[in-house]
């Protein structure tokens, strides 16, 4: 706290015989001429965070106890306890300084208490006549346009606290600084002698811009916000599932690599969605407000949950924007700032009208969602289908060959000569479609057309009946075939099948039906138990439906026969339930056209949905009705071994095709490969085309179902006070919303960003200081409001939120601006004048030396060894974890983490897939945040379990092993030079003789252990994915992995110098 | 994790917390570890923590907290009336259901009937206290050591609130657990330990997710988290020196960074340089405490023994009660057991019965050790899960099976040591087990009360994070010490 010298008592002497509004003109021209030290009691910086912290809880925005408010000047005086310019007269003190418990303020048991230097400055403040300022958050901003350079704010304070700052940094450190605080990546020793060698007065300026120009440099900066805007690739309640996001973190860092203006960036995420014909990048960029936590459990109640994602997007919003602890105000007034409960739920309005569930799903992305183009995958889909083509092609090739082949004349010989069948096992004539199960399991075909049957959800799973393999559909499986099944509406057919329904729901048996286009085509279709047929061309005007009055019982094999003559009539339709005919139903019976379609062959379900559960065997289909005999006969015996018995002659065509097929899949083993192989392909198609890559977004409700917004009773779901609708609205503290303004979140994303908002520039610019400075101007950088600090330099605040205003929201330029500012080039060096006058660097007199954060410690490594994959964007990866860190914790326990091979386990961190049940511990340590919340400021510290990481953790073992062996495959031979070029890589310098010395010694310590060990040098390398460098020898490349990971554990490799 | 760290980040908290008004007193007895010790009477030295703690002499210089998490059934475990038999089958009325909102899994029922205990209960120990004999036959031997609390309750009734709210004080993720505010609060007594262990047991019933944040840090540093002991691999997360490459090599290695890493802060005067030669010192250290702590071989028979049979197995929660205990003698702060499991919607008799074979011998084993060594007088243990469950049946009531839903009106928990009564029970439920008649405890009392113990005043324990002064308890509703439970 700042000394009040005489000088202050004589100001207030003088200032004392003028009226207050003259008081506070003087004292503002004061401050911004700053032609008078600073010595006078300032509202805001000196007398507010007393009253706030200590009295505002009671007698402020959110109660008036004793009827008492202290933050409002006129209630203040009306209750007759301050008295200006009258210490003695003021009640306030005299309270304060009370010797009787029932008197004292605060009371005693809200533990807190008053030291005499504050005491001190309350008295002084009303010795000169208790001025009250607004809040300084909420007061526009002031700039002196004079001023051209930050410095200039930073260097008055530095004279004024007679502080001489650090000399610049040296070069090196310099380049180290910078490249690592705009990209996350070290500079590489070219670069660093580059900058060096230039001594032109541009380099540092070129440097800058060559460091922006970079697409690391997008990364960076997403990193950053992603701990704001929650970011995380699971939903986090109850199983935490996952989620696919990374399209919205793509979005951010094309943002900042594209430079993208702050107010578009505002925009586009709060209201992306509802910009007039949105782009899909504008409502990609919305999820913003979708990357809160979701819950799927069971019993949990969604309008609950509903309300708690709408509370958290109001606080993220809130706070990322505005600095403002919002969130406070859910259930009462809040206590400091200046937002009753009222003015929540009216902000909440606008974040309450959306179409997204409480309760959402575990697995994927719950809508809304938005496709999102992926050009590689689109590419990728056409090679594969390309390629299911080119199998299909050979395999019919393969086919047609067959039939004349000497190989399958002799298969058919064999198979005759052993066939035999009584007389019921004659099978009817006109099968044109048999879906067997072979014995094997593994084959899944049409047994005369030869098509193969993919599973086009769930898993292909069989059961037993009688012995025979059969087909096990679990209610979200179906399969579907290119097998032409090609039935009309004029031509007569007929099904059979045995069936083991699971219970009585309905669903589609089997189906080639198109439900988007009117449900044209065929179905056989179970309800209730009952069993029927839809025969479609156009669904209800020109249809067929026929449903039996009889039921199959659930948990039971029954054998079904439906058959149709082709009438285009229902009467034309007899369904046999155990060979016994059933009366039938008749639902519509209005079918005169087509039933064609292009949708597949399906088994399970129709082409969206109406799947069915419950096991199938033996589906066949007739081109004619079967009828008599005949149904019995479809029940049972195999029609190949009908086939064998008929004299060669009298065989049909068709007949001849089944023989085929099963030669084809039971003796062929080429058919079987070429079948493998096609089988393998649509299964990568399958794979990639069932999931399009979407991300979600926000969308609202059409006004005429817009959602209520009622305050809350106590901020519960469950307690709208209903008489009183709300309508969105912002906060009275705050500039008003234009008249104009659409009254949704499009209005309130452009009133964030209407020039005189006094927070948002403000906000923005302080959270760029800190990512620069170690800390903001405004230290609580998520809280700019009463029980928020002041900012150390409140005018270079106002100088730099306006500047970035006037420059039309332009963030490199900020940027710019800050990291060529002189405070930001100094030397780190903590001076012992430095530590005792300022050990919290706010005057900046020296530069900020911190910690590295985690991602970037281990990008850094990576990126020192060599090993970085650099590439950008994209899902997220999964490197090294030690071994059931998921399970352990996972529902159900049985979630294991699937690690990645290759190139992704050296991705930067920020792609490290974000588990947020379970975030990846080596990144937790390093005080990564788990981002189920928003956090603005991360913690910094400095624990035993960091070293342990970089020291054990495979990720860093591997890293000092390939960087070993990057110094040992370089030039340099002579191994001061390879330590030298070891520091090179890590710090930016040359190694001192020094250190040198020590590493030569440490180097030959273990030259000795390993060579006295071999086997322990080979243990020592075998750690991690990427292969070692068989020509090095072990023991050297062992020992110099040693000096390798010391260099990377070295407290200045870790550091921003 | 609360590893003393002479100068930096815990001064940096401080002022920030404090303002600019920090005397120099203050900072001296942050800076001299020495001084918590003597404040809490004992031997254990302390390491970090806030100079304000304790508030005032604590019982409990440690706390063991076994956690049974899904929810056990407190109608079969404790909370037993024999009325209750003639219930069985009726109707749950409506006066007893009031208006309590249903979880969604069992809101459907059209019928809800009660079901009375599918077991024998007995009445045990000096002042004859229910408890299932068939279920919890050593737990019942232990009655005279143990407060049951029969009144808990609790405003979720779903797993991931409720586990949330028990163990951080906030149904919201975000917050710090109770283990990291004790660490925050108290610091450690074994730096060479961390000061707030995890250790998870799988439970062989329906498992409910476990999530880093109920014994995560919160807004509080990131060193205040509870680290996890596992019981396959390594014990503590990349502990272990990579393979081919031993201590002694290490030891080198560490001396060599140490003289460069001095080297660096002779040119920029850092005191986080120093800072981090110390953190280097303390996980090497560390890489020689924790294994041996795991390495139960040197247990006596006899006290292997008293812990059951599956004390063998690794993982299981009889060893990690055992471990507990090793854990709680070499001065870790804070030992919190998570077992698995309890989720019983349906075939609650046969599955309860396997979680309380896994469960009742160490639990009470744990309680006999502790007080054979008199490490009870100063160890506080709590028993208990996030909520209770319902009277009636989810599902089918049938002769032999049913199901319970989740239920937050009331649940029981029991606590032993540190001043807690010995042999007694607390609080009072309705014949349905279903509504509290007599003393309710809400989980911010029982907070309140851990805190207690321990000597911390659970109002004073705060944290300054967006604008508040954040506690364990919350920052608006009362919460209470349960005094009456307090001998």
Redesign the interface.
Known sequence: ?RALGPLAHEISLVLRGLNETHMKELFTIALLTGSLPLLAVDFNRDVR?ILSDTCFKCHGPGKAEGDLRLDDREDALDAGVLSPGNVEKSEVVARLKSDDPEELMPPP?A?KTL?P??IQILETWIAEGAVYDEHWSLVPAKRDVTIKSLDHFIDKRLAEEELKPTPEADQRTLIRRVTLDLTGLPPTPEEVEAFVKDSSPEAYGKLVDRLLASEHYGERMALAWMDAARYGDTS?????GPRDMWPWRDWVIKAYNTNMPFDQFTVEQLAGDLIPNATVSQKIASGFNRNH?T?D?????PEELRV?YVADRVQTTA?VWMGL?M??SQ?HDHK??PISQKEYFQFFAYFNNTTDPGMQTRDGNQAPVVEVPDEARTARLAELHKQIEDSEQKLEAHRANSATTPEFAAWLKQVEEGASIDGQEKQPAGLVHWFPIEASAQDFRDGVSGSTVTAEKGKFEVADREGSEVLKLNGNTQFKTDAPVNLEYNKPFSFSVWLKPDGKASGAIFSRMDDKAAYRGFDLWMEGGRIGTHIVNTWQENALKVVSTDSLAPGKWQHLVLSYDGSHKAAGVKIYLDGKLSSNEVQADSLSATIATSEPFRIGSRSTGSNWKGELGELRIYDRVLEGADVGAASKGDPVKSILTTPAGQRSESDRRVLLARYLGTADQIFKKLGEARQKVLKQHADLDRKPVTSMVMQDNPDNKMRMTYILERGAY?SPRKDQALQPGVPKALPPMPANAPANRLGLANWLIAPNHPLTARVAVNRYWMIFFGEGLV??V??F????TSPTHPELLDWLALDFVESDWDVKRMIKQLVSSNAYQRS?????LH?DRD??NELLARAP???LQGEFIRDQALAISGLLNPEIGGAGVKPYQ???IWN??????GLRYPQDKGEKLYRRSMYTYWKR???M??M????AP?R??CVIQR???????????T????QF?EAGRAFAQRILQSAETDPDKRIDLGYRLATARPA?Q??IE??T??LE??RA?FRENP?????????GESPRDESIDAIEH?AWT?VA??IL????S??R? | ?N?F?PI??N??QF??RN???LGAAALSTLLNPGLLGSALGGEMPAYGGLPSIPHFPGKAKRVIYMFMSGGPSHIDLFDYKPIQRDLHGTELPDSVRQDQ?L????SGQNSFPCVAPMFEFGKFGEHQTWVNKDLLPHTAGIVDKITIMKSLHTEA????PAITFINTGSQ???KPSLGSWLSYGMGTMNENMPGYVVM?S?GRG????????LW?SGF????H?G??L?S???P???????????R???R??LD??K???E???D???????Q???S??E??FR??AEVPGLMDIEGEPDHVKELYGPQVDKPGSFARNCLLARRMAEKGVRYIQLFH?GWDQHGSLPSKITQQCEDIDQPAAALIKDLDQRGMLDDTLVVWGGEFGRTIYSQGQLTKDNHGR??HGRCFSMWMAGAGVKRGFEYGKTDDHSYNIIENPVHIRDLNATILDRLGI?H??LTF?F???DQRLTGV?EEAHVIKDILG
């Not at chain 2, 979880?103 to 069992?106: D, F, L, N, Y």
């Not at chain 2, 040119?267 to 340089?273: G, M, R, S, V, W």
């Open positions: 706290m965070p048991d533990h030291t230097e504050q986090v309640m109850h199983a935490d936590a819950s459990e069971g019993g949990a109640f708690e706070n602890t969130e406070c259930c400091y700032d469950d230290r609580s998520g809280d409001g009463a029980q928020g780190s060096r903590l001076e012992s530590r050990s919290e030396r911190f910690r030690p071994v059931n352990e914790v996972s529902l159900n326990g049940s379970s975030p511990p080596n937790l340590i390093f005080d788990s189920e919340k913690q910094r510290t400095n624990t035993p379990l960091q070293a342990l990481v020291l054990n953790d495979p073992v001192a020094r250190e020590i590493l010694k440490l310590e273990n252990r086997e322990s040098a080979k243990q020592f390398l075998a750690t062992a040693v990971q010391t554990n070295l407290d200045e870790l550091t110098n | 994790m590893y760290d930096i980040e001064r940096r002022l920030l303002g600019n008004g909102r979880t969604g899994m069992s009734v779903n797993h991931d919201q993720q975000g998870i799988r329906q498992l409910q997710a476990l999530y880093d944040r995560g509080l540093p990131a060193k988290q680290v996890k596992r396959a691999g390594e503590v997360l990349f502990l272990k020196n990579p393979e081919g490459f031993g002694d090599a290490r080198g290695q060599s960074l003289e460069l890493n080297l660096n802060y040119k920029f005067a850092d005191p986080e340089t800072a981090r030669i953190q280097y303390l996980a560390m890489q698995r839903d989740h005043d109002r004073k300054k967006q604008g508040l608006e």
